[in-house]
């Protein structure tokens, strides 16, 4: 597809990546050799997405500096009407996109819509404009507008895959549907939306966004609803989201790279992963001698046989990664006696004081003495078996905490698969945030994605995150590594979030689906007891991955196993009660390369050595 930004006569059209063919072995085309002999392939129709006995087709990501992604999400108590003649209606809604310079709206023509090809007309919602009795004078339409067609999810119904809207809009009901709005632009400050409402199919009533509305790249605005009187009837609450290409991708081309696309790719297996919880467990809140999500403990749950290990990520105040798992810590600061410090073993007069990460930079980090979040409301004499900082007899670098990202892709065993959760933080049922002021989205991802890049090499790598919308951002910054939702669903055992994406296990489901995730990471507590998130995970392809405390009882896994037929486990003291084993990876590597012997001693010619390790790949 290409969209024009219209900024000047000499503005060229962008090309923008709106469809991709997600094949793990890619079409072939010996351009070169038709080019000289003709036609290679006789009788062959090549069809978009279809190869190799296949389809798949995925969305496109952002490849261009120009090219935003704007998300609108209508949700909850999104509607209120103070005119009565409006209130107590079913309303459905459409949002179309505008370009504020022109009076003409862009559309794609029914005929023409696989071409992606439409035509300007004259919008029916423009009265006849004019100023102190002066006609507006209208700069001439470019050929192509600088945004596309407004696609529609709707996480609350069966199908939840974006697509083509309906021409009267859809059902959106307050506190029971919840919609999502896509469009692409090029010219994101000239970009508006005019949100369409119809009752037995007739437009009723109209809203409108405007760039202005839009203050930063994520959040919430109230635009009124204007009936057909041309007077305000109500308003309308819209949350939205804008994407961009990440800002070091000049730099560094390996950041959305379109080499290797492996965002839809997975290889079933008849064995279960096992994951690495934080790499050997919990240890600040239960009794693990490994100390949480440090380089030793990671390494030290590949050598037990892990097939991945899971690690939190997040960012110091100088936007440093960190691996740390809280938003929080516990600052030992020396004091005047008080009943409320901590005497030490020296006689000293301690008190504890809660500080951000973000606050603090990643030299403060290594410099300070903490303790962990869970001691601010117990005594010192708490189970918490370990401190944050390390006492003066741990000298080993690898049992330090607050690794970056960076070594942990430099220093763990490279044959261990990372599940990299990024930690960014959300607002909880009860109205708390879990850190408020936190960094702007697009430059929080746009910083690990690029340590990533530069660092990972091959490694397997998942990314992973309980917010929805970096879920949703990070798919759309690149496409070489897959993302899956983290949900904790219906529970009794945590703080539930406020967005119902990340607080039901079955819209998370359906928003993993509509956003082409990979898959998601489900809560053990809701699946033991309702296992129809399973079910339309099953429906879409999605991987299914579990977390839980339940995960530490082997009834449990061997449950997920055989009945639920789980992709993978995420849980503490991995391989600690069992034999020493190998992990998939290696196990499977170790057979290919077997195999790949075999074949040559057994061969008779180098072409048919080559044919068997082509078909072993």
Not at 133 to 142: I, K, R
Not at 146 to 151: E, I, L, Q, R, V
């Amino acid at each position: 597809m290409y969209l024009d930004p219209s900024e000047n006569s000499l503005s060229e059209p962008v090309m923008v990546l709106s469809k991709w063919e997600t094949l793990y072995n890619p079409r072939t085309c010996l351009i070169g050799v038709e080019s000289r002999n003709g036609v290679v392939r006789n009788n062959m129709i090549d069809e978009f997405g279809s190869y190799g006995g296949r389809t798949q087709i995925s969305d496109g990501w952002i490849l261009n500096e120009k090219e935003n992604v704007v998300y609108f999400r209508i949700h909850g108590e999104a509607l209120k009407f103070f005119a009565k003649s409006y209130a107590n209606r079913e309303y459905r809604l459409k949002v179309e996109p505008f370009d504020v310079r022109y009076s003409e709206m862009f559309s794609y023509t029914h005929k023409e819509i696989n071409d992606r090809r439409g035509i300007w007309r004259h919008s029916s919602v423009y009265a006849s404009m004019s100023i102190d009795g002066e006609d507006v004078v209208n700069l001439p339409t470019p050929e192509l507008p600088c945004f596309s067609n407004t696609d529609l999810s709707v996480l609350t119904r069966e199908d939840p895959i974006f697509g083509d809207q309906y021409f009267n809009g859809s059902v959106f009901r307050n506190d029971q549907d919840y919609l999502v709005f896509r469009t692409r632009t090029v010219s994101l400050q000239n970009l508006a939306f005019r949100i369409e409402f119809y009752h037995k199919e007739k437009r009723c009533a109209l809203s409108y966004v405007l760039p202005s509305s839009m203050s930063g790249t994520h959040g919430a605005t109230v635009s009124p609803v204007i009936g057909l009187s041309s007077a305000p009837v109500g308003h309308i609450n819209v949350n939205y989201m804008i994407v961009k290409r990440s800002q070091y991708a000049e730099k560094n081309p390996e950041v959305d790279s379109m080499r290797e696309t492996f965002g839809r790719y997975w290889r079933k297996r008849n064995r279960m992963l096992q994951i690495g919880h934080r790499g050997m467990g919990s240890s600040y809140t239960k009794n693990i001698d490994q100390r949480e999500n440090t380089i030793f403990s990671l390494n030290e749950a590949a050598r037990r046989g892990a097939d991945y290990v899971e690690l939190d990520v997040q960012l110091t105040k100088d936007l440093k990664t960190v691996v740390y798992h809280d938003f929080h810590l516990l600052v030992t600061v020396a004091g005047r006696d008080s009943p409320s410090n901590t005497p030490t073993a020296g006689g000293e007069n301690k008190s504890l004081h809660e500080i951000a990460i973000k606050d603090l930079t990643l030299a403060q980090l290594k410099l300070l003495h903490f303790e962990h979040i869970s001691r601010a409301n117990g005594s010192p004499d708490s189970p918490v078996s370990l401190s944050v900082t390390p006492s003066k007899n741990e000298t080993d670098e690898l049992h330090v905490p607050f690794p970056s990202l960076a070594q942990v892709l430099r220093n763990v065993d490279e044959n261990v698969g990372l599940n990299i959760e990024i930690k960014y933080p959300m607002y909880m049922k009860d109205g708390s945030h879990e850190c408020e002021g936190y960094f702007e989205q697009n430059k929080f991802v746009d910083i690990i994605l690029a340590e990533v890049a530069e660092h990972a090499g091959n490694r397997r790598i998942v990314f992973s995150c309980f917010e929805p919308d970096i879920c949703t951002m990070i798919t759309k910054k690149q496409h070489k590594y897959p993302v899956s939702f983290l949900v904790v669903g219906a529970t009794n055992r945590y703080m539930p979030f406020q967005d119902i994406r990340s607080d039901c296990s079955k819209i998370a489901a359906n928003f993993a689906a509509g956003c082409e995730l990979l898959g998601v990471n489900f809560h053990s507590e809701e699946l033991l007891i309702d296992r129809n998130p399973i079910t339309i995970a099953d429906k879409y392809g999605l991987v299914k991955f579990v977390w839980g405390d339940d995960l530490n009882s082997k009834e449990v896994q061997k449950h997920f196993k055989e009945e639920m037929n789980v992709d993978g486990l995420i849980f503490d003291r991995i391989g600690e009660d069992e034999v020493m084993k190998q992990n998939v990876f290696v196990v499977e590597n170790h057979n290919r390369n077997s195999l790949f012997a075999r074949s040559q001693h057994n061969s008779r010619s180098p072409s048919m050595s080559r044919r068997c390790m082509s078909t072993v790949e």
